[in-house]
Structure formats: C-alpha cells, structure tokens
C-alpha cells in the first residue's frame, strides 16, 4: 500500500512539474511523451553549443602588444607589434613603424604561431605573448 502512495504522490509531482500555462500534462503517458520532446531538445541545444564551441575555436581568442621605439631621435614608445591569434595560434601580428616623416603597417600571416616570413624580435615577442595568455 506505500507503494501505491509513493507512486501516487511522484504521479502528482510530475504532473505540476510539467504544468505549462493553461494546460496540464492528465496522465503519465502524455508525462512520458513530454520527456521525450524534452529529450530532442535538450539534444539539439547540445549540437548546436558544441557546433558553436568548434566554430569559436577560429575567433580570436589571445593578444600580445609590445610597444617600442625603433628610432634613437624619437620619444615615446609610438611603434608597436600586435598579436591577434585563435585557439590553434593562427591569426596575424600587425607593426605599425612610426617616424617623424612617415608611418608603415606591415601585417604578417601566422600560422601554429609561426610566420613564413621574417619577424622583428617586436613581432617575435608579440606572438609568444599572445601565445602564452
């Protein structure tokens, strides 16, 4: 006979706790397939946050700046190497060289936090910064 009273009473408390708005699950059956739909949702939140995970993986995700002075008559540290990388270290370090007559970007490819060409110690230590955060 407690059983019966154990069952009951789980009975009543899955009915309120599918109890939506208006409507309210009568019978254990229409509770089960209420799980069920619950179930394909819970699945496909699940896909789509590991979708959005992978996907995440390539936004940048690390920085390295150093700031510096390249050039004896200028102050100020006004030139700087940034870093930008993604999990997997791929991205771009950018210089920017700045002198009293002109200024230059350069932006270089980084690929596994290597670059096919040739960096600065700047652009070097930017990268390793980005790298390690």
Known sequence: MSSNL???ALAKD???FFKRGKKTIQ?????????????LE???IKKESKEGKKESESHI????????????????DQSFSLALLDKNNNGVVLTSIFSHEKGRVFGKMIINGESQHQLSKEEGKAIEQAKNK
């Open 27 to 39: 019978n254990l059956e229409e509770a089960a397939k209420k799980i069920e739909e619950l179930e």
């Open 14 to 16: 899955m009915l309120s």
């Open 42 to 44: 819970i699945g496909k």
């Open 6 to 8: 154990t069952l009951s």
């Open 61 to 76: 995700q690390k920085f390295g700046l150093i700031r510096y002075n390249p050039f004896n008559e200028l102050g100020g």
